[in-house]
């Protein structure tokens, strides 16, 4: 299967140089996502808590997209400006992969975009 940028509705254009999600060969590659609404100018107030929780609910969003939901993750990889905050992403991250969940890296970055706590890529199998 070629490479194909998925669109519609949920996936809202960014206008930077890259695709939100892009299916090849039966994976779903989904960008960073970060904890901010769509169309605001940064990060959902609350911290990481709240951060964690709008990340993953955005990439919800462009899975159900692309037809798919958080069980057919299959990689995820989490970045956090502060590891100390691991535990408290980790327990909202269990809430939206309770069973089976994907295999994953983190890793401790010393910034995210818009100032963001927290970022997270996954990839899933159709």
Known sequence: MPKRVVTGEGIIASGLPFSQVVEAGGLVFLAGQIGDKPGTPGPVPGGIEAEARQMLENVGRL??????????????????????EFGQMNAV??????????????????????DCRVEIEVIAAR
């Open 63 to 84: 899975l159900r997209a692309a037809g798919l939901d958080y069980r057919d993750v299959v990689k995820a990889t989490v970045y956090l400006v502060d590891f100390d």
């Open 93 to 114: 991250y269990r809430q939206f992969f309770p069973d089976e969940p994907p295999t994953r890296a983190t890793v401790a970055v010393t910034r995210l975009a818009l």
